[in-house]
């Protein structure tokens, strides 16, 4: 950890090519209460700041999340899917890896869902916290928020809400992302992990040593274009990254 910052992954060569001028500032306000969502499950917090509550639930086959609350609004990603059985309608449905599903503070409980899998269904979910500023922009106005853009990758929209953006890249071994920036409030998520390399203008190709495991998750300092930054796949398998952009 640096500063509540997760350094792995794609985070860990970050911090070290844009040096921790680039590290969020220290929020000093008290976290809220972290709130259980499945009644029947016990989540491992996975990355907790001023913005987000990420945690990791594994759900075996034929166990049930039990009543299925929401704390606050979050987004729910498969990491590893399966096949899912409403308690309250009994429809079974399909969730692949990568899924992504939007849940409003506001919905109503139910009675959750059974894993009717032959396998774990591995979930993260990303609860958001209220905020009236940027994690890491200071006392400044926070910049209008962005799409990521890697000039060498196309992404995949996923989701747009009046609180997130959520894209999905696939970086292929030996693939570089292109020169991008990183807007204010962004968080990664590992659908796929694996080895990272990364540089800039300034600062010459440097790996991370170790990989990102799949379901990995992490808060992404703000980056100008003007750095130079960018990463590449230096392992032998595609890489299947999500990011989140919250917009408030």
């Known amino acids: 950890m640096i500063d509540g910052v997760r350094a792995t992954g794609v985070i860990g060569w970050a911090l070290l090519l844009v ?8 929020i000093a306000a008290q976290a809220p209460k972290i709130d259980r969502s499945y009644a029947g499950l016990t989540g491992e917090v996975l990355l907790d700041n001023a913005r987000v509550l990420v945690q990791k639930f594994i759900l075996v086959p034929g166990q049930s999340t039990g009543r299925h609350m929401h704390p606050g609004d979050q987004l729910l990603v498969f990491i590893k899917g399966g096949v899912l059985r409403s308690q309250a309608t009994q429809r079974s449905t399909l969730w692949r890896d990568g899924r992504v599903v939007w ?12 894993n009717m899998s032959a ?4 979930m993260d979910l990303v ?40 894209q999905r890249f696939t970086i ?29 203008y300034t600062q010459p190709e440097r790996a991370d040593p170790h990989p990102a495991p799949d379901g990995d998750v992490g808060w992404m ?28």
Not at 103 to 114: M, R
Not at 146 to 154: A, F, G, K, M, R
Request: with cysteine; net charge negative.
């Open 127 to 166: 609860t958001l916290k209220p905020s009236t500023q940027s994690a890491d922009s200071g006392s400044s106005p926070k910049p209008k928020y962005q799409y990521l853009n890697y000039p060498n990758i196309p992404g995949e929209d996923l989701l747009e809400n009046d609180q997130v953006i959520v």
């Open 19 to 26: 040096g921790s001028s680039a590290l969020p500032v220290a």
């Open 119 to 122: 396998t774990p269904i591995v």
């Open 172 to 200: 292929k071994p030996g693939q570089w992302e292109g020169v991008h920036a990183h807007c204010p409030d962004m968080l990664y998520i590992h659908i796929k992990g694996g080895r990272w390399a990364g540089k800039t």
């Open 221 to 248: 300092p703000t980056i100008d274009v003007g750095v130079g930054h960018q990463s590449h796949n230096i392992g032998n398998s595609p890489i299947d990254l999500l990011w989140v952009t919250l917009k408030n």
């Open 103 to 114: 849940q409003n503070a506001a919905d109503p409980a139910d009675e959750g869902s059974t």
